[in-house]
């Protein structure tokens, strides 16, 4: 039989953790870490004769959501048990949303194209089983349960696994801007499952989907997805037929292995919630929740390079975080050259803060003084040799500048008076150099410039002492 060519459909469904401080339906604290089966309540553990009561800034962040991912927002939503058994599901039912979600129809925009976003809504998460290979048992914490989620459901809009990657990028970006989750895959307050089938190459139909779970990374994701495009095309080349379930990515051994039958949405027998009212919101509440959204990203990034004359690859760099951005905007509104305090933001803040495992906002170093050691190189007081110096002070014990500079003699020479000995002890002792120079090699002059740094111990101004020298050697 001649193989076809075949081509991967992909939609991803993506839980987000929202920034709450308590849970979706009960009063019960959303703080990660916090000791097994602790963080629980009658209501989230599904006790007889307990009622559920919505939190309302659950909906501001749904709605916020929705918005931002250019959705249409639903001025009447309503919440759905989703029934199913499982040990950590405490009410054997999921308190979630079937027909009347939050936000519908939307879309964002990636690197290469818009990718459609069929649905946002907003459900309760389940509870964590805790498998125990030396006691042969499963535990279960019902900490998480109750959890508030915001499920974000792409269309079958996706057609390749950097597609996908990018799609998960710039959504995890958007959510993190908007402030109502720290999206941190390790704790499990983003996390994805991705749905994939394969069509033959030129046809518009969808062929039979697979759902893969258990990635706890992007490049998971992107792993999971290129092993499953590759199984099912041997599989269909072989003459076998894909068969509709959920399987399970193991990073260990880079593949899927079957975990059950796909469910369809009758086999959960969804019902109106009967505990919950339906949930009307008015135009007029939603233009307001509107006026929160903070700038996006990609729209942020364009404003960088207009505004502050950087180029398009440092302003993405600089939007890439929330935080990132907001502390390179308040550097630059306290003075100096954008183009310089982008370079030190980039090269000397990110490296220390990546060393430290701490965000732009926890920086040691405040805007405000990365913005003035920027200032103080640019006029000549210290060298940008010795700016890194001091920059590494500055992150070690959050002083200023001044202080450091103060403290450690570091200001800069550029006075030709005191240079004067340096140059001529440095030009006794390199007369290959000076003979180099002479005899046409112009390179030869940034060698001498760097002798005579090394003889101020780097506190001569370059500028100067190139200068200076060319005028000895004349």
């Known amino acids: 039989m001649s193989k076809l060519n075949y081509e991967p459909v992909i939609g991803?469904?993506?839980?987000?953790?929202?920034?709450?401080?308590?849970?979706?339906?009960?009063?019960?604290?959303?703080?990660?870490?916090?000791?097994?089966?602790?963080?629980?309540?009658?209501?989230?553990l599904g006790l007889p004769g307990s009622l559920p009561v919505l939190n309302k800034k659950t909906v501001e962040f749904a709605v916020l959501a929705g918005l931002s991912l250019n959705c249409k927002v639903s001025n009447y939503c309503k919440f759905d048990r989703k029934n199913y058994y499982y040990p950590d599901l405490p009410k054997n039912y999921q308190i979630s949303q079937y027909d009347k979600p939050f936000a519908e129809n939307g879309w964002i925009e990636t690197v290469s194209r818009k990718i459609k976003i069929k649905r946002v809504h907003l459900e309760e998460d389940a509870g964590k089983l805790i498998h125990s290979e030396n006691e042969k048992a499963s535990f279960v914490d019902f900490n998480r349960t109750g959890m508030p989620l915001l499920e974000i459901v792409s269309e079958p809009d996706i057609f390749s696994p950097d597609e996908a990657q990018d799609y998960l990028t710039v959504l995890k970006q958007i959510i993190q801007y908007l402030g109502i989750s720290d999206c941190n895959m390790e704790e499990g307050s983003?996390?994805?499952?991705?749905?994939?089938?394969?069509?033959?190459?030129?046809?518009?139909?969808?062929?039979?989907?697979?759902?893969?779970?258990?990635?706890?990374?992007?490049?998971?994701?992107?792993?999971?997805?290129?092993?499953?495009?590759?199984?099912?095309?041997?599989?269909?080349?072989?003459?076998?037929?894909?068969?509709?379930?959920?399987?399970?990515?193991?990073?260990?051994?880079?593949?899927?292995?079957?975990?059950?039958?796909?469910?369809?949405?009758?086999?959960?027998r969804y019902f109106p919630e009967p505990d919950l009212v339906p949930v009307e919101l008015s135009d007029e509440w939603i233009s307001g929740i509107k006026k929160q959204l903070p700038e996006i990203p990609k729209e942020r990034a364009k404003r960088f390079v207009l505004q502050y004359g950087i180029p398009e690859y440092d302003a993405g760099v600089l939007t890439n975080e929330r935080v990132l951005a907001d502390y390179y905007e308040s550097a630059v509104k306290c003075g100096g050259n954008p183009k310089l305090i982008s370079n030190w933001t980039m090269s000397?803040?990110?490296?220390?803060?990546?060393?430290?495992?701490?965000?732009?906002?926890?920086?040691?170093?405040?805007?405000?003084?990365?913005?003035?050691?920027?200032?103080?190189?640019?006029?000549?007081?210290?060298?940008?040799?010795?700016?890194?110096?001091?920059?590494?002070?500055?992150?070690?014990t959050g002083k200023s500048p001044e202080e450091i500079i103060k403290e450690k003699g570091l200001i800069q020479i550029n006075d030709t008076g005191a240079l004067d000995?340096?140059?001529?002890?440095?030009?006794?002792?390199?007369?290959?150099?000076?003979?180099?120079?002479?005899?046409?090699?112009?390179?030869a002059v940034m060698f001498l410039v760097g002798q005579v740094m090394k003889e101020t111990k780097g506190k001569a101004n370059p500028g100067v002492v190139q200068k200076m020298l060319k005028e000895k050697l004349l």
Request: hydrophobic fraction near 30%; glycine fraction near 6%; include cysteine.
């Open 12 to 44: 991803l469904e993506v839980h987000v953790q929202l920034k709450t401080e308590s849970k979706v339906f009960c009063g019960c604290s959303t703080k990660f870490g916090a000791p097994q089966n602790t963080n629980v309540c009658p209501v989230c």
């Open 190 to 268: 983003l996390r994805c499952d991705a749905n994939i089938s394969l069509r033959p190459k030129g046809t518009t139909g969808l062929g039979v989907k697979t759902e893969i779970k258990n990635m706890n990374s992007f490049k998971g994701v992107h792993k999971a997805l290129c092993h499953e495009i590759e199984r099912q095309t041997r599989a269909l080349e072989e003459g076998k037929r894909i068969v509709q379930e959920t399987r399970l990515w193991d990073p260990d051994t880079l593949t899927t292995h079957s975990m059950r039958s796909k469910e369809e949405a009758h086999d959960y």
């Open 348 to 396: 000397e803040l990110l490296r220390e803060l990546n060393n430290a495992v701490i965000p732009a906002d926890k920086s040691p170093v405040s805007s405000k003084n990365l913005s003035s050691l920027v200032q103080l190189i640019e006029g000549g007081t210290i060298s940008g040799k010795i700016g890194k110096d001091v920059f590494a002070e500055m992150f070690k």
């Open 421 to 443: 000995a340096a140059i001529e002890k440095v030009i006794e002792n390199n007369q290959k150099s000076v003979a180099d120079y002479k005899s046409g090699k112009e390179n």
